[in-house]
């Protein structure tokens, strides 16, 4: 199955309204970054016990494992959770400039080093979502 197609699986497994939402997010994400690289992980490690929630990336960065070792990964990342939505925003360095820079704007969300996690896309403002979205972009573009 191509990457697009678990995508577009994943997405349609989740109960509304939060599918509507995921659907959304896919294409405004898209919007900003048109050409980017898709990922899709399920969640499960090399022996296929779950370890996380399964997500959706955009784009791609290096980035170091604590051993040292640099590996290609996503820069933007999505995924269902039990409440709501989380949107992944990875590299920044600073672990608090996201909460500063958006949290105030963003709406009804929980902001943190590189989360921003909210219940529905309703509940957040949509201009401020893409505005930290870009700014991980930049941080991260290689």
């Known amino acids: 199955m191509s990457i697009d197609e678990q995508i577009k699986e994943y997405i349609a497994t989740q109960p509304e309204p939060k599918r509507s939402d995921m659907k959304e997010l896919h294409r405004i994400i898209l919007n900003v970054m048109p050409k980017c690289r898709l990922w899709?992980?399920?969640?499960?490690?090399?022996?296929?016990?779950?370890?996380?929630?399964?997500?959706?990336?955009?784009?791609?960065?290096?980035?170091?494992?604590?051993?040292?070792?640099?590996?290609?990964?996503?820069?933007?990342?999505?995924?269902?959770?039990?409440?709501?939505?989380?949107?992944?925003?990875?590299?920044?360095?600073d672990r608090k400039y996201l909460?500063?820079?958006?949290?105030?704007?963003?709406?009804?969300?929980?902001?943190?080093?590189?989360?921003?996690?909210?219940?529905?896309?309703?509940?957040i403002r949509i201009g401020a979502l893409k505005a930290a979205i870009q700014y991980g972009i930049d941080q991260t573009t290689i």
């Open 40 to 93: 899709f992980l399920d969640g499960k490690d090399d022996s296929g016990k779950t370890v996380s929630n399964p997500n959706i990336g955009y784009g791609t960065q290096m980035i170091k494992n604590a051993s040292g070792n640099a590996r290609e990964f996503y820069q933007i990342g999505i995924s269902a959770n039990t409440t709501g939505i989380s949107v992944y925003i990875l590299g920044i360095e």
């Open 99 to 123: 909460a500063q820079a958006y949290g105030k704007d963003i709406g009804k969300a929980k902001v943190t080093g590189y989360c921003i996690k909210f219940k529905a896309l309703s509940d």
